[in-house]
DNA sequence: CCAAGGCCTGAATG
DNA sequence: ACATTCAGGCCTT
């Protein structure tokens, strides 16, 4: 088989992973948390902190993860399909809000909270001769009332933000420590954050902290392992418990390796589309 | 350890 | 129209 090293951002981008993208004729726009980021259709990035950050995890061995997850039809299939797909580096914080707002949610109302929320407390700068807001840093949103960060649409989730920005704020829990820590250990952590639980803590460790082996298991992998690996990995409730979880994730790493978090990525986008789900 | 119910909100369904 | 249902879950009982 043949594996293409080039990035398509379309793909990467409408995956699922980010909220606060958008696109002109020759560009895509991104905040992460303190930068904004301008990304040709070749994936090349511009920084407006000027930071040489790896956001499309382009220093990744992509072929050899390409040929470690191709354990099956169906992935083999989804990533041949959706070549150039990639996972994110994102800004930690950013990251950690952004799925806290997403539980019980979908995209594009994730995506008009957040809107709200880096209107209403980010910082306003220009870049390229256009306006951005910038994600709030933690303390702003620690500071922040609950009725001032429910007035962006979050519902009930804003004391969840609230008490996240809190700790992250106090550095009780510092993301560039969690990077260092081993999947298990990062994930005991974070889950002791208000409004994560597996699925959320799955997301921010794959796509902000660096732990490819997380495979954050929503419905729709859940619909996705009872479809097409119903074999493999028996399901028989709906909504899977903790344990139930903690066994799962256990039998996709065995069969999927140690860069699963990707295969799940593809998995995703692909069922995604075959269902015409909206993206940005 | 598991099951059930509640939760903000808005777009989609009936 | 208007009421239900549902959506990238989590928390409490």
């Given at each position: 088989m043949?594996?293409?090293?080039?990035?398509?951002?379309?793909?990467?981008?409408?995956s699922?992973?980010?909220?606060?993208?958008?696109?002109?004729?020759?560009?895509?726009?991104?905040i992460?948390?303190?930068?904004?980021?301008?990304v040709d259709?070749?994936?090349?990035?511009?920084?407006?902190q000027?930071?040489?950050?790896?956001?499309?995890?382009?220093?990744?061995?992509?072929?050899?993860?390409?040929?470690?997850?191709?354990k099956?039809k169906?992935v083999?299939?989804?990533?041949?399909?959706y070549?150039?797909?990639?996972?994110?580096r994102?800004d930690?914080?950013?990251c950690?809000?952004?799925f806290?707002?997403?539980?019980?949610?979908?995209?594009p109302?994730?995506?008009?909270?957040?809107e709200?929320?880096v209107?209403?407390?980010?910082?306003?700068?220009?870049f390229?001769?256009?306006?951005?807001?910038?994600?709030?840093?933690?303390?702003?949103?620690?500071?922040?009332?609950?009725?001032e960060?429910?007035k962006?649409?979050?519902g009930?989730?804003?004391?969840f933000?609230k008490?996240?920005?809190?700790?992250?704020?106090?550095?009780?829990?510092?993301?560039?420590q969690?990077?260092?820590?081993?999947?298990q250990?990062?994930?005991?952590?974070?889950?002791?954050?208000?409004?994560?639980?597996n699925?959320v803590?799955?997301c921010?460790?794959?796509f902000?902290?660096?732990?490819?082996?997380?495979?954050?298991l929503?419905?729709?992998?859940?619909?996705?392992?009872?479809?097409?690996?119903?074999?493999k990995?028996?399901i028989k409730?709906?909504t899977?418990?903790?344990?139930?979880?903690?066994i799962?994730?256990?039998?996709?790493?065995n069969?999927?390796?140690?860069y699963?978090g990707?295969?799940?990525?593809?998995?995703?986008?692909?069922e995604?589309?075959n269902?015409?789900?909206?993206?940005?």
């Amino acid at each position: 088989m043949q594996i293409i090293t080039s990035i398509d951002v379309e793909n990467s981008i409408n995956s699922g992973q980010v909220f606060l993208w958008k696109k002109d004729e020759n560009y895509w726009y991104g905040i992460n948390g303190q930068d904004v980021l301008q990304v040709d259709l070749n994936g090349n990035v511009k920084s407006y902190q000027k930071l040489k950050i790896d956001f499309f995890r382009k220093n990744d061995d992509i072929e050899k993860i390409i040929k470690s997850i191709s354990k099956d039809k169906v992935v083999k299939n989804a990533v041949k399909k959706y070549q150039g797909l990639r996972i994110t580096r994102q800004d930690p914080f950013q990251c950690l809000i952004s799925f806290i707002i997403s539980s019980n949610s979908n995209i594009p109302k994730i995506k008009h909270c957040l809107e709200n929320i880096v209107q209403k407390f980010g910082k306003k700068i220009t870049f390229e001769n256009q306006k951005f807001f910038l994600f709030p840093e933690p303390n702003k949103l620690a500071k922040a009332s609950i009725n001032e960060i429910k007035k962006c649409g979050v519902g009930y989730r804003a004391t969840f933000i609230k008490e996240a920005a809190k700790i992250i704020a106090s550095k009780d829990i510092k993301f560039e420590q969690l990077k260092k820590c081993d999947y298990q250990e990062t994930k005991k952590i974070i889950c002791q954050i208000p409004g994560v639980g597996n699925k959320v803590a799955d997301c921010v460790m794959l796509f902000s902290l660096n732990k490819l082996q997380a495979v954050p298991l929503d419905r729709w992998i859940v619909r996705i392992l009872g479809k097409y690996y119903s074999n493999k990995f028996e399901i028989k409730t709906k909504t899977i418990t903790e344990k139930q979880y903690e066994i799962l994730h256990e039998k996709i790493v065995n069969h999927f390796g140690p860069y699963a978090g990707y295969a799940q990525q593809f998995l995703f986008k692909m069922e995604r589309e075959n269902h015409q789900k909206k993206w940005l």
